[in-house]
């Protein structure tokens, strides 16, 4: 007879952290705006838009890095500083609009896009914590 004994059985996974609105919304935009920068940059590479004693090639990298800033961006909302950032970002592809005017609506759509995620975001956000306040006390009282 073979003594067989059964695995110690798999820790239990740890909770997922509870994300507010502002974070996840503004996640969202802040990826869906860094597919465009990237293809932002490519325009400007393209178009050789960059002024003359600057290689072309810096509008890719440049596009790249901030798409790259963006993505990471998304995983810091949580944190004050990081819709900041994101807000920083946002002037950085309106000033993309000096090279290529065609960003200058990206930054009107997206900016718009940032700034209700971000508002409302934190509005709704308030709103759930007033709710879950009241939900805790008994009675109403």
Do not use: C, H
Request: aromatic share 8%; glycine share 14%.
């Amino acid at each position: 007879m073979t003594d067989v004994t059964e695995p110690a059985p798999a820790p239990a996974p740890r909770p997922r952290r509870t994300r507010g609105a502002a974070e996840s919304l503004g996640s969202i935009v802040l990826a869906f705006e860094s597919m465009i920068v990237f293809l932002g940059g490519l325009a400007v590479f393209g178009l050789k838009a960059l002024p003359e004693p600057i290689p072309q090639w810096w509008g890719i990298v440049g596009g790249t890095v901030l798409a790259v800033v963006m993505v990471l961006t998304g995983r810091v909302l949580r944190y004050r500083w990081g819709i900041v950032l994101g807000w920083v970002l946002q002037g950085i592809v309106a000033l993309g609009g000096f090279l290529v005017p065609a960003l200058s609506l990206v930054a009107v759509i997206f900016g718009g896009m940032w700034g209700y995620a971000t508002i409302k975001g934190a509005s709704l956000d308030a709103r759930n914590a007033r709710l879950a306040a009241e939900a805790d006390t008994p009675n109403g009282d």
